[in-house]
């Protein structure tokens, strides 16, 4: 489920609000504690634990927060793609999906993603009426359909 390069993220971020300097061992302890929750149930507690905890948080109250919130079951019936998504937002401190870089979306969707659709220039369309612009946004809507349906 978790591995210890996602649980050295979860706990740099934690050891960064808390104050505290991460020793080597704490990687692998709470590997060892954690490792069979899902990484977004563990960084979903940990944030938790920063708004209600006034300590770093031990592996024990990281799965207090689990079972009191019920993340793991949250995060286990999250789409793979989904909880993908999340954890590049967590793990690149991103407000929103509107940081997601293109290299994030190709992590996130792997060999589905097919990119932007590619637009004409502005100065590609400045001469066309209308209705031909409407036409292209739907030639491009329905490129977009056909793509999504494979």
Sequence with gaps: ???KMDMLIILNRLASVFGKELE???VDTYSLALKQYPRMALADAAMLCVQENNFM???SEIVAKIEKYDLERKWQAVE???ERM???LFRENYDSTDDLTEAD???IFGKEYVGAP???KVSQTKN???EERRNEFRKLYQESKNVSQN
């Design 86 to 88: 999340f954890w590049v």
């Design 128 to 130: 066309m009426s209308d």
């Design 57 to 59: 948080p031990r592996p």
């Design 1 to 3: 489920m978790v591995n």
């Design 24 to 26: 080597t061992n704490f």
């Design 80 to 82: 793979p793609s989904t």
């Design 118 to 120: 590619k637009v004409k």
């Design 105 to 107: 979306c190709y992590e």
